[in-house]
Structure formats: structure tokens, C-alpha cells
């Protein structure tokens, strides 16, 4: 394999492909290196530890959440809007199930992570604001949407979802449920 030209970014991306295929427990230095070619000890001119990559991969992932959740829901309003960000969502843990799980561990000590964090709460916040949600209600909406669509993401990503019963017929169905609780 010829060798990368490393970058944090480069470095980032081995990553989140390792964790996207295998999971978390897979994640260490030694198989980062081994993906891209290189020894392990050429990684930390790029990140900090395992622990540095971890959070480089959650940054970026963070990121990338933001941005499918925001592009979702542009130019659309109510039910649509729900649904497309409800969608966007669960796509996003489907098909990067590692980063996805990354992202929702919380790291309220980290300034950066919080900003970012809250570029995915913004196209919440307007979806649910166009239900006529504010204050603590829009708050608490945003955690019971959060909450329903973060469990259902985890439960299919996991093969929690054994019976004969079409998920996605289930999902459609949560998000409906969830709308009408909103007053849609």
C-alpha cells in the first residue's frame, strides 16, 4: 500500500472509516497506522493520542450532522419538515454508525464541541419553532424528538428491531406520532 499523505484530516477520516465498519472497540492507533500505511508513532505529528482522534472525528462528525439535518429542512415548513429532518437524521446513523456514536456523547467541557453541537440543535429548533413551540416547551420537544429519534437510530443500527414488521413502516410512524404530539 503506498504510503498517505498525512493529515489531520487524512488521519480523521481512516478513522471514521474503522469505526463506521467495525465500531468503537476497533479503534486504536496501531489500526489507524496499519489502514493508511504508516507507523503509529507518524500519527501524533496529526492528533493528540487516541483520545485527540476521537474528538477530531467527533468534531467533524458533529459537523457533518449539522449540515445533512440543515440541508433537510431548507426551504421546507411543518410536517415536511419534520419528516425530512427526522429522515436526514437516521440516515446519518445508518450509514456512519461509528462517528454517529461519537456524537452523541456529550463533552460540555469542551467550548468547541458546544458550538458545533448546537449547529445541529439549530435546524431543531426551527422545525419545532414552525409548530409554535417556544420556551421550555420547545426545549422539551426538542429533547423528546431528540430522544425518540436517537433511540430508534440506535435500536436499528444494533439489529434491535427482530420482529416481522416493516421498520420503516415504524419510523413513519414514530415521526407521524411524534408530529401530532407537536399539534401537526
Not at 504510503?3 to 465498519?21: D, G, S, W, Y
Not at 497506522?33 to 477530531?56: C, K, M, Q, T, W
Not at 454508525?97 to 448546537?118: C, S
Not at 431528540?146 to 440506535?154: I, V
Amino acid at each position: 500500500m503506498p504510503r498517505a499523505r498525512l493529515t489531520a484530516h487524512v488521519v480523521a477520516q481512516a478513522a471514521a472509516a474503522i469505526l463506521n465498519r467495525e465500531g468503537g472497540a476497533a479503534l486504536t492507533l496501531a489500526r489507524v497506522a496499519d489502514e493508511l500505511g504508516v507507523r503509529s508513532p507518524s500519527l501524533y505529528n496529526h492528533v493528540d493520542g487516541l483520545e485527540g482522534l476521537e474528538r477530531a472525528v467527533t468534531l467533524d462528525g458533529v459537523d457533518q450532522l449539522a449540515e445533512v439535518c440543515r440541508a433537510a429542512v431548507m426551504g421546507r415548513a411543518g410536517s415536511d419538515a419534520l419528516h425530512a429532518l427526522a429522515g436526514a437524521y437516521r440516515d446519518f446513523a445508518r450509514t456512519q454508525p461509528g462517528v454517529y456514536a461519537l456524537t452523541q456523547v456529550a463533552r460540555p467541557e469542551d467550548d468547541e464541541y458546544r458550538a458545533k453541537a448546537g449547529r445541529v440543535l439549530e435546524p431543531v429548533v426551527a422545525v419545532l419553532a414552525g409548530f409554535g413551540l417556544v420556551g421550555d416547551d420547545l426545549i422539551h420537544a426538542a429533547r423528546a424528538l431528540r430522544a425518540s429519534l436517537h433511540g430508534f437510530a440506535l435500536l436499528e443500527t444494533q439489529s434491535g428491531f427482530g420482529l416481522d414488521v416493516e421498520v420503516e413502516k415504524s419510523f413513519e410512524w414514530l415521526v407521524s406520532a411524534m408530529e401530532r404530539g407537536l399539534g401537526g
